[in-house]
């Protein structure tokens, strides 16, 4: 996802140079909106790894 975001922030910032102001601003918002996605789920992933209950002491091996 965060690929995504960098296409339409690279997207954005050639329509800017190029002169299409609208296709700019659309693109511009793509990417905003795509990174602050992947931002929530990275961070809702760490916190699910520190949150996690971790009943295992052995480290998920089992017992042998």
């Known amino acids: 996802m965060i690929f995504w975001a960098f296409i339409s922030f690279t997207l ?8 299409f102001g ?5 693109t511009a918002e793509l990417a905003q ?10 961070a809702a992933l760490v916190l699910k ?5 971790d009943d ?3 480290g998920g091996r089992g017992r042998d």
């Not at 609208?22 to 659309?26: E, F, K, L, Q, R």
């Not at 909106?33 to 990275?42: C, E, S, T, Y």
Request: cysteine-free; proline content about 0%.
């Open 33 to 42: 909106a795509l990174f602050f996605v992947f931002l929530m789920a990275a």
């Open 12 to 19: 954005a910032l050639m329509s800017g140079l190029f002169g």
């Open 56 to 58: 295992d002491q052995d």
């Open 49 to 53: 790894q520190v949150f996690e209950d």
């Open 22 to 26: 609208g296709g700019a601003d659309a």
